[in-house]
Structures are given as C-alpha cells and as structure tokens.
C-alpha cells in the first residue's frame, strides 16, 4: 500500500528532480536579495533620518527598493526559464509591449515619478519651508511621488503633481538669508522742503534703530506723484519667515505712522483740484 502511494512521487521526484531544484535555489535567492535590499534601504534610511528628518529621499527609498526587487526577480525568473529552454526572448519582448502600453496609458503618473526625482536632485524645497510659485504661496507640509502638498496663507491644503510643479519657476522663501522691505509713502505736495529731508531722515531713523533691520538702509525722495510727492524706504531684514516678516514690516510702518504726525508731516490721498475762472 505504501509502495503504492510513494512509488509514484518517487518517479515525479525523480524526472523532475532538476526543475524542482531550480525552483527551490531561484526562492533561496530572491528571499536573500530581498533580505539585503531592505537591510540596505534601512540602514540608509537611518542615516537619511540622522542628516535630515525631513528629506524627501525618505519618500522615494520604498519605491527605488520594489523597483530594484522586481528587476532582480524579473532576472532569476528568466535565467531560470532559459536553462530549461524556453525562449525569453519572446518573453522580454512581451514585457516590452506591455510596459509600453502601460507607459502610454499612466505617462502622467510617470511624468510625476520623475519630477519627484528632478525635485530631489535640485534640493527645490523641503517640508516645512514657505515657496511661492505660479500665483500660490503657502508652506510645503507633505512631498511624495505624485504630488507635493501646500499649506496656503489662507489654511486651506493645495495639492500640486510634482511634474507641473517641476516645470514652474518656484521662489524658496525660507532659504533666503534677507528678505527686502520696501515701503512708500506719499506725503502732501504743500510739505515744506525742511519736511521733505526730515521725511527722508526719520525714514532711515527708524530703520536704523530697529535689530531686525540690516545694513544698508535707503531712505530718499522717490517721484512726485499726481497728489503727492512720494518718499521711499528700501532696507532687508533677516527674519525670513512670513510671519516674522510681516511683524518687522508692520512695525516699521506704525513708526512711520506714528514719527510722521507727531513731526506733523501730512499723508497724501488721491485729489483733484478744479480751477473756475471767472
């Protein structure tokens, strides 16, 4: 009885003993490869964490890792059809046709893969930081394959494919080491000419004594408008963040306000004077 039952595995075993050894060997090999490839990734990951906890590399391991998973099992499998005589030929012409349809049908998809990979290479911009492109602004809370997510100055969340966002002109608010402010303001035409230099004086006065402004302040008498002559302040500041940014500029402009009228020097508003003759 069990010769009966064993007798044919046996056989099975027996003339299709090489097949089946192949087979166990090509498993062996891709559970090892795997193996590695994660402890590699890991470990690069680590170190990715180490240097910067937020770089978008650390979005792209996954992916580069089931892509060099699937080239090495793709390989084994073929090596391991040719030694039994099947044609891979045919069979990597097949994939080829294939992956040429796919191509064409997600090329979007791929578009956004390599705009990620363009977005890395050039360091554009990293989670966190505050850009400006194609009228939106906002800080980058998110970047994946597909698409980067933006926080807006409104709070809402903007979604852009990084291959549209790989082809716009982005402005890295938060690596800029200054930021300009440039301020101007227009005061009454019947503004003496004492005034005017004491204009441009406290204008510069304020900059200067202000820690959040940089060297190199400009304070002078820019045009002279339709109702009124306009005196301008260029200066940088280091607080490069918006927020920050916004409180140096605001607080320069409520010291202008502020030194103006006790200097009583008259703001400017649009008028028009109407001349009868009679």
Not at 235 to 249: H, I, M, P
Request: with cysteine; proline share 2%.
């Amino acid at each position: 009885m069990i010769d009966i039952v064993f007798e044919p595995i046996a056989k099975f075993f027996g003339t299709h003993a090489k097949f089946i050894i192949g087979v166990i060997v090509n498993i062996i090999l891709i559970w090892g490869t795997s193996t590695l490839i994660n402890v590699f990734s890991s470990r690069v990951e680590k170190k990715l964490r180490l240097k910067n906890s937020d770089s978008p590399l650390l979005n792209l391991l996954p992916v580069l890792s089931k892509i060099l998973k699937a080239i090495i099992i793709f390989l084994l499998l073929a090596g391991f059809l040719q030694s039994f005589g099947y044609n891979v030929t045919s069979l990597i012409a097949g994939f080829g046709i294939t992956g040429l349809a796919v191509g064409f049908a997600a090329k979007e998809a791929i578009g956004n893969v390599f705009g990620s990979v363009g977005l890395l290479a050039d360091r554009v911009y990293k989670i966190g930081e505050y850009i400006k492109f194609n009228g939106y602004e906002g800080t980058v809370e998110n970047i994946n394959l597909r698409s980067t997510t933006i926080r807006t100055l409104e709070g809402f969340i903007v979604n852009v494919p990084n291959n549209q966002l790989a082809n716009e002109e982005i402005t890295n608010v938060s690596q800029a080491h200054r930021r300009r402010i440039d301020i101007s303001v227009d005061v009454e035409y019947g503004t003496s000419n004492e005034k005017l230099d004491r204009a441009c004086e406290i204008l510069r006065e304020i900059a200067d004594t202000n820690d959040d402004i940089e060297n190199g302040v400009h304070a002078f008498i820019e045009n002279m408008a339709p109702s009124s002559i306009v005196v301008r302040l260029v200066c940088e500041t280091s607080r490069t963040s918006w927020a920050d940014y916004v409180q140096v500029k605001s607080s320069v402009i409520r010291k202008i306000i502020q030194r103006y009228r006790e200097e009583g020097i008259e703001f400017a508003f649009p008028s028009t004077s109407v001349y009868i003759n009679q």
